[in-house]
T-cell receptor
């Protein structure tokens, strides 16, 4: 079956530090990959996505590249801010035609940015 | 929250009582989902719907039932709540095209005493 593995944290960094959150996956087909972010007390919001190998998703200074050879989709940001403090979820969908069976999520990484 | 409303947002109930959570969308999306979020487990799919009156089980469906009589509403029912069902429940919607991008509601926090 499908699975997503990511570091759970908490990950604590100082403001302006470089961020990497690792994500690896197992899937039977050719999945689409996602990063979602959850701020305290809120639902999940899509941060970025990539639908095929070597695609790079980017948004709000965050980037992730779909690496089929290493089955990875690591999230990076060059300079984090206090406002980036949140829980980050890596997820996959193995239905290339928008199937109804939802996404498979990792357990989430709690990121804390200190001023 | 992109036209998704969950109700109630918070509920405290006792073991053995029935509970219904409601998800209402104004986006006319075909697919709807119920997930639960628990520490150490991330999000796990409970049930999903791929159209009116068309539903299927997810990873953790035991103890839950769902109904979808209208495109805009997806109900999650706990027939007899247990303490293990204390969780935060999220509804999500998507459309059947391209990458399966889900849009989430704000969540419903359920405490079963």
């Amino acid at each position: 079956g499908n699975s997503v593995t990511q570091m759970e944290g908490p990950v604590t960094l100082s403001e302006e530090a470089f961020l990497t959150i690792n994500c690896t996956y197992t899937a039977t087909g050719y999945p689409s990959l996602f990063w979602y972010v959850q701020y305290p007390g809120e639902g999940l919001q899509l941060l970025l996505k990539a639908t095929k190998a070597d695609d790079k998703g980017s948004n709000k200074g965050f980037e992730a590249t779909y690496r089929k050879e290493t089955t990875s989709f690591h999230l990076e940001k060059g300079s984090v801010q206090v406002s980036d403090s949140a829980v980050y979820f890596c997820a996959l969908s193995d239905s290339s035609e928008g199937g109804a069976d939802g996404l498979t999520f990792g357990k989430g990484t709690h990121l804390i940015i200190q001023p | 929250d992109a036209g998704i409303t969950q109700s109630p947002r918070h509920k405290v109930t006792e073991t053995g009582t029935p509970v219904t959570l409601r998800c209402h969308q104004t986006e006319n999306h075909r697919y709807m989902y119920w997930y639960r979020q628990d520490p150490g487990h991330g999000l796990r799919l409970i049930h999903y719907s791929y159209g009116v009156k068309d539903t299927d089980k997810g990873e953790v469906s035991d103890g839950y039932s769902v109904s979808r009589s209208k495109t805009e509403d997806f109900l999650l029912t706990l027939e007899s709540a247990t303490s293990s069902q204390t969780s935060v429940y999220f509804c999500a919607i998507s459309e059947p095209r391209g990458a399966n991008v889900l849009t989430f509601g704000a969540g419903s926090r359920l405490t079963v005493l």
